[in-house]
């Protein structure tokens, strides 16, 4: 017999709980995974807008660009001078 969808998520609570609960014990693990899913968004409205990428090796590049700008904004970095700052070679500045 085919479960329902509340049925489904409380197995899958019960069976994940370990690890739904784990910002309980680990302060550093975020609440939400807002910032993943906001990452995912940006991919999801280009695809949108433009209907979709002329080429694999374009979706990799805007992929790679996009997740360098995502990190430098985590690390409180403009998004401008980290794009500025790998142009001129110094990529390595999100990082430090």
Known sequence: KKKTKVLNLIDRLVNYKA???LFIKNLCVPF???LAERDLRMIKVKTKVSGCFR???GAQEYLTIMS?????HKH???AFTA???ALLGNSD???N
């Open 76 to 78: 409180g970095i403009n």
């Open 32 to 34: 939400d995974n807002n």
């Open 55 to 57: 080429s694999e090796e």
């Open 83 to 85: 794009i500025r700052e």
């Open 93 to 95: 500045i999100i990082f």
């Open 19 to 21: 690890s739904v609960c």
């Open 68 to 72: 360098y700008i995502g990190t430098a």
